[in-house]
């Protein structure tokens, strides 16, 4: 009996192997051969790339993307990118460094997106009470000069004068990605490292050296960080206030999140915007000629454009990012004028090692 | 009617196609998945039935340390996936980062200290929020609160509540560097510590068995509301979550082979829809990871304050050295050791070099933790037909010089092998030993480890020595004995000798004993 079933079943699964290869050799389910596509891209993109409306624009112009995350820098040092048809990390300066590496002709910039710092209603009160934030109704601007000095002088949330909101005796300190794989502790320090130099881009090594002591407690008294932005963030969602009250963040993240209205965003969560900032550019370097299929694809479709501001992207025409933000019922974001560039990545290389060096000499300096 | 056979077709061939992928085996029903998994996941297993059925994929679970799996991770495990309570450790591990090729977080549960309700009471401390760990290590020094907790160098509650302590000491309000690690108050904390553990499961288990000695420990919120809502505490306890902080577990699922990437979607994506973290939290009482499932009212609503976990592989190394040499309670480890004649030849070997390595000769992170630490005692019964030797040692020095360690590796090599098997006596001299030590080292931790590879044909028998130890002063009998199976012993001989104790029994013929004693160490 059994033995006639398993028969069956095999006539069966042999019957749905033919039907599968005729329908694709016939075109019926696809209009013409599909090329599987790998890239690998900055975990923050990852929900973009799995979304079935982004996938079928790819499958429609015969692509089919499959996506792996890793850390800016390690796309530009560590991860073998032999295996890919593109890079895709959040920033420009380790776009820049896989371009020269790889000699690639172009890179495709379809959205960005600026650093922002996700926090908690309270706590921003508290920091506007105490000088380090200001309230623009509706958002909040973080003075990262400020911030710098409380850190310097390793300020405790109960050092806070009129701290009710949150008596906790750890440092204040935003919680970041690891400042040795991730882009966003990247552009973090590209703030960081512009204040601490009197309001300049660092733009020599000399200049990185001398700034790296004075921004390594940033990082080096979180202790343990994650590799990815997207882990930090979903701290703040889940655990929230107690493990994370600040964190840095892409603008996008949060404004994905309002744009569908999910239930994970309570109304108590506000973003603050640091002054200055910088912007996020996430840009793709073709490895392959079917790589530059996909970053040509993603600047020009208005489908996949009008798709990126669904994952609260800013798009290279700002018309699709505020339509989408205006039919969802969500203010668009600020205008920001304090926008910076990040240093070349050499010079940030500098600093990573930088600061690398100190947390192997004995920590915090 | 076609739509029917389409869909099934699709099914099929979906069924097909994810057989045909690398690395895993197709089973009746669907793609088996190799998961490395801590042993507190044990309660998630009444889930994967369904999570099967939804998905198509059997998560097949192999229980292991974590510190144990994260080396494993490292040193190429094959599984697809892994899942432990954390993965800091082992993205500190140098490898260990690149070994993850994503991560998913499914749901919480912050170790905390529950203390039996009457306690709790008496210091103040039911539903207190502002209790600290400094206020605990006060009790703990004047001798008012002994508590149980894992050894932090095999379970991650233990590490994990070393962290907690260690920064809330430091008072630094930054992650603990190298340099804030104080041992004093530490030593104070710790001198409470009237029981260690490998594991957080055996933990509970052991507590619920001396809980008329005990006054509470140190373990998962998950675990201590089960126990709470069960029978077998005589007590309930409090919960309390220090002020200064504490930490939380957050149970990644690992994905380790990248070829599995459509599975790992697949598997979180179930395992994170809200009605199944609805129903983790209801089944196991941990946090749901998921935001939009707010935590129910089995959980307290206070803020909990996170405190950071170190930045680097050495700190961390460094701070659990210190636990296990200068802040425990030193161990008394009493080896009851069977060198019949059937021991002759590679066994006698293998137990030579399973203890060679406790002296230093495994070099493996596992194995370096492992070892015989400061302060530590000593004792090695030799038997046959009879119980022929016992000799002492302490461990002062654990450099690679060491005189001491030199001692136990020149005794070691002495071992011969001939005559019967006489279990039972052997097992009540190491009671003697144990009860003649603590009447002047009251304050250790004691610990027998029987390791013999055949049946009890000579000296007393069960029902003898049964008699014989439950005629021993209260505190010695509370000395349990792990019983390492090997070669021809009896499983339910050693089982019940394992049982009678509040021991377990740990398998010497499917693993090495050099693996079995390293994992032993973690309960000494």
């Not at chain 1, 840095?248 to 002054?275: K, N």
């Not at chain 2, 749901?288 to 129910?296: F, I, N, T």
């Not at chain 2, 450099?399 to 009540?428: E, K």
Request: hydrophobic residues 40%.
């Amino acid at each position: 009996m059994s033995r006639i079933l398993g028969l069956v079943l095999a006539g069966v699964l042999a019957v749905g192997v033919v039907v599968a290869i005729v329908a694709s050799l016939s075109g019926t389910f696809a209009p013409r051969q599909v090329v599987r596509v790998q890239g690998v891209i900055g975990s923050e993109k990852q929900p973009f790339f799995q979304d079935p409306a982004v996938q079928a624009v790819f499958q429609r112009n015969g692509l089919d993307v499959r996506v792996d995350t890793a850390g800016s820098r390690e796309m530009a040092t560590s991860v073998d990118l032999s295996r890919y048809d593109f890079a895709f990390p959040a920033g420009a300066p380790a776009a820049l460094k896989i371009k020269t590496d790889h000699k690639a002709k172009a890179t495709y910039e379809p959205f960005y997106t600026p650093m922002a710092i996700a926090t908690f209603r309270p706590i921003a009160q508290l920091l506007v009470a105490n000088h380090i934030a200001t309230d623009e109704g509706g958002h909040y601007s973080f003075d990262v000069q400020a911030y710098l000095a409380l850190v310097k002088k390793n300020a405790r949330w109960t050092d806070l004068a009129g701290n009710t909101a949150y008596p906790a005796g750890k440092s204040v300190l935003l919680t970041s990605t690891d400042y040795r794989t991730s882009n966003s502790a990247a552009m973090y320090l590209s703030i960081a490292s512009y204040v601490a130099n009197g309001g300049n881009v660092v733009t020599d090594d000399a200049t990185a050296r001398r700034v790296t002591p004075l921004v390594a407690p940033l990082f080096l008294r979180q202790g343990f960080a994650a590799s990815s932005t997207e882990e930090p963030f979903q701290d703040y969602l889940s655990i929230g206030i107690g493990k994370t009250p600040m964190v840095v963040v892409y603008e996008a993240q949060f404004l994905a999140l309002q744009a569908s209205h999910d239930r994970a965003l309570t109304s108590d969560m506000v973003l603050m915007y640091p002054t200055p900032t910088v912007l996020s550019k996430h840009t793709l370097v073709p490895l392959k000629p079917n790589g530059d299929r996909v970053g040509r694809l993603l600047q020009t479709d208005p489908d996949l454009q009008r798709l990126a501001a669904r994952y609260g992207f800013h798009t290279a025409d700002p018309g699709t990012f505020n339509a989408y933000l205006k039919a969802q019922g969500v203010a668009a974001p600020p205008q920001l004028v304090n926008v910076i560039e990040p240093p070349a990545y050499d010079q940030l290389e500098t600093m990573i090692t930088g600061v690398e060096q100190l947390a192997k000499d004995g920590g915090t300096p | 009617m076609s739509r029917l056979l389409a869909t099934l077709l699709a099914g099929l061939l979906g069924a097909a196609v994810a057989c045909s992928t690398g690395g895993t085996t197709a089973g009746t029903s669907g793609t088996t998945l190799n998961v490395l998994a801590g042993s507190e996941l044990k309660d998630i297993e009444p889930l994967l039935p369904d999570l099967q059925r939804a998905t198509g994929y059997q998560l097949k679970l192999t229980y292991v340390g974590s510190l144990d799996g994260a080396e494993r991770i490292v040193n190429g495990d094959h599984s697809q996936l892994a899942w432990f309570s954390s993965a800091k450790y082992l993205s500190l591990l140098p490898g260990g980062a690149e070994r993850i090729a994503a991560q998913e977080k499914i749901m919480l549960s912050p170790v905390v200290m529950g203390v039996k309700h009457s306690v709790a009471a008496r210091f103040g401390w039911t539903n207190n929020p502002n209790v600290t760990w400094s206020d605990i290590a006060a009790r703990a020094r004047a001798g008012e609160l002994h508590f149980g907790m894992t050894n932090p160098a095999a379970s991650n509650s233990g590490f994990v509540a070393l962290v907690g302590v260690a920064e809330a000491f430091a008072k630094t309000g930054a992650a603990l560097d190298a340099g804030t690690i104080d041992p004093g108050p530490l030593k104070d904390f710790f001198s409470g510590q009237a029981l260690t553990a490998g594991s957080s499961g055996f933990l509970a288990t052991a507590y619920v068995q001396s809980q008329d000695t005990l006054d509470g420990m140190i373990n998962y919120e998950s675990i201590l509301l089960s126990l709470d809502q069960g029978s077998q505490l005589r007590e309930k306890l409090d919960l309390v979550y220090p002020k200064d902080g504490i930490a939380t577990a957050d149970y990644p699922l690992l994905l380790l082979d990248r070829s599995q990437r459509d599975a790992f979607d697949k598997v979180t994506a179930w395992l994170r829809r809200p009605e199944i973290q609805t129903r983790i939290m209801q089944s196991t009482n941990r946090r749901p990871a998921l935001p939009e499932v707010k935590p129910d009212s089995r959980f307290p609503s206070q803020v909990l304050v996170e405190l950071p976990f170190p930045g680097s592989l050495d700190v961390v190394n460094r701070l659990i050295a210190v636990y296990l040499d200068q802040a425990r309670p030193p161990a008394h480890a009493i080896f009851v050791l069977d060198t019949s004649g059937s021991m002759q030849g590679s066994r006698l070997d293998s137990l030579k070099r399973a203890l060679l390595n406790l002296t230093g000769g495994d070099t493996t992170i596992t194995g370096q933790f492992a070892r015989f630490r400061q302060r530590e005692e000593i004792t090695i019964i030799l038997f046959n037909s009879s119980v022929y030797q016992t000799r002492d040692f302490t461990v002062n020095d654990t450099s690679s010089s060491s005189p001491d360690l030199a001692a136990i590796r020149s005794y070691v090599n002495t071992f011969q092998a001939g005559g019967g098997t006489a279990i039972y006596d052997a097992v009540y001299a190491a009671y003697q030993v144990a009860g003649r030590a603590m009447a002047t080292q009251p304050n250790r931790l004691y610990s027998i480890v029987l390791m013999t590879d055949g049946e009890n044909n000579v000296g007393r028998d069960s029902s003898r020595f049964l008699a014989d130890y439950h005629r021993l002063p209260e505190n010695a009998r509370a000395v349990r004995t792990f019983a390492v199976l090997f070669g021809e012993a009896s499983p339910a001989q050693l089982q019940q000798v394992a049982d009678t104790t509040g021991g377990t029994v740990f398998d010497g013929r499917t693993a090495s004993l050099s693996q079995v004693f390293k994992d032993i160490s973690g309960y000494q």
